[in-house]
């Protein structure tokens, strides 16, 4: 029993380090736009989009107009940073609303290390520039009930390039193209107290790598499922708690794993829902954000230690602390006023 137990969990732990992934071009999307699709108020209450960070909810943000941000720092110096700007429309017939969100990344004289093939050694140390461009649209409506549902539709292109530090005129180039990707979401709030939701995420991308022993070019499929559980403790408090699988296959590398984590958040909101501030666990980093509303203007603002350790390994570093914020203008509701 002692020994099935010990194989149980070495499988489990080389599944989770093998999801960690070599491609700098895709690891740095953790940073930007596997961020800004769960929400900095969901980031800051442990990141568990699959709550208050469902695409199905976006209905509730009609008529906004939002302003996103974020930076990442490491110790050795790396610096990964973005910048977005989204608008969710005024609610169609039925409740069907329709949101759209651009982000632009990009990240400079970064450090990180990877495997040359046929090196017969092992990483590499080396120094590069990347950067990632993306466009999400979501659509989500109330089905009634408390039921409602959402989809997301994504184009994302990244590339990193990066010349080794070690031996000269050693260089790697990645980049990806574009294949159909997206996901979906629902969610059920029976009550106020209560809110249950599921959401997936199917990410797919041509990649290619390109150094001085050729090209060479293949799939890398990602499928992320998230279940979470909202429950309403007191006035203005919430307790969030839910768990992602991720499954993650990269053709160039025959890499492929699978990894699951915990999601656990708390918030409060005071003074009338003018501020509220949170903290949980994000897989294995840690959270905590605050809000500031005054209509017509809201600000989000979530930090996180170790943003997507699980995820991108020590690959650009062994920690970070990342910024994260979210300026969100209620232009249905300033319309609405002047109307009057």
Known sequence: ?????????????????????????????????????????????????????????VYRDSGTALLDGGSTGYRNGNKFSFTAVGVTLPALKNGLTLYAIALSQYASNISATVKFPGSGAGPDAVHGDGNNQSVFLKASMPLGHGFSAGMLISYERSQFD??????????????????????????????????FGFRALFNNDDEQRTDNTGLSSGTNNTQEYRLGMSIGLWKGALADVGGNIRHRYNEIYNVRGTATEPNLGFEQTLWQRHFSFRFGVDETSETAGISLRFSPMAVDIAYVHDLALERVGALFGPHSNSILTTVVVDFGNFRHRRSW
């Open 1 to 57: 029993m002692m020994h099935r137990i010990l194989s149980i969990a070495t499988l489990l732990v080389f599944a989770s380090a093998s999801s960690h992934g070599q491609s700098p071009e895709l690891s740095l999307r953790e940073f930007a736009s596997g961020q800004i699709k769960k929400g900095v108020r969901s980031i800051g209450m442990g990141g568990d989009g699959a709550t208050w960070g469902n695409y199905s909810l």
């Open 162 to 195: 990066a010349v080794s530090d070690h031996t000269v005129g050693r260089y790697v180039k990645y980049k990806t193209g574009w294949a159909p990707s997206g996901g979906f979401g629902v969610t059920w709030q029976p009550s106020q107290r209560f809110l």
